[in-house]
Structures are given as C-alpha cells and as structure tokens.
C-alpha cells in the first residue's frame, strides 16, 4: 500500500510559479511511473506529466515548455514545478502511482490561477 500526500498549491497570479509536492509512505525507488494529474470544475481528469524510475518524462501538450516533473528517489517525493502558470492551469492536482497492481490517489492539492 501507498499513501500520497501532496502540498505546495494555492493561489498565484497569471505568469507565477508554484512548486507542488508529493510525498509517498514508502520508497519509491522501485515504483516505475508516478504522475501528476489536474481536475479543473465541470471536466474530465487528466494527465499533466509523469516519470519513470529511470527518470523519463512525459507532458501533457498544454504544459510542455512550462512545467517540469521531477523525482527524488531518497526523499520518496515527486515534484511539480509549475512557471508560466495561466488561468486554465486552475485545477485540483493529484499525485498517482500504481503499484503492485493497484492505482494509488493522493488527497489533490488546489491551483488557482488568477489573470
């Protein structure tokens, strides 16, 4: 089992940066991908980015150039640094991981993006 906790959101101005965490109870080094994923109000939830434990990337079109997803193997965090940040970044942001079979949730961490 896996327990996510992710910090870092709130409110920030159209062209500020947030950096979002994610804390895991337990390592992992041995956990393949981990992703971050957003929920704006009245849509569908969708991929941002996620990482491998080999350190590949993926993103999202809509964040490509702006947001970078990074992971710390010895903290067992993944980070979310947010620059650039618009109005349609406005979301609740979960972290994500499957493991063992099983599709892991955090509590989500809310973005909101003023213009």
């Known amino acids: 089992q896996v327990q996510l906790v992710e910090s870092g959101g709130g409110l920030v101005q159209a062209g500020g940066s947030l950096r979002l965490s994610c804390a895991a109870s337990r390592t992992i080094f041995s956990i393949n991908i981990m992703g971050w994923y957003r929920q704006a109000p009245g849509k569908q939830r969708e991929l941002v980015a996620d990482?491998?434990?080999?350190?590949?990337?993926n993103y999202a079109d809509s964040v490509k150039g702006r947001f970078t997803i990074s992971r710390d193997n010895a903290k067992n965090t993944v980070y979310l640094q947010m620059n650039r940040l618009k109005p349609e970044d406005t979301a609740v942001y979960y972290c994500n991981t499957v493991y063992v079979g099983h599709n892991y949730w955090g509590q989500g961490t809310q973005v909101a993006v003023s213009s």
């Open positions: 990482i491998t434990s080999g350190g590949r990337t």
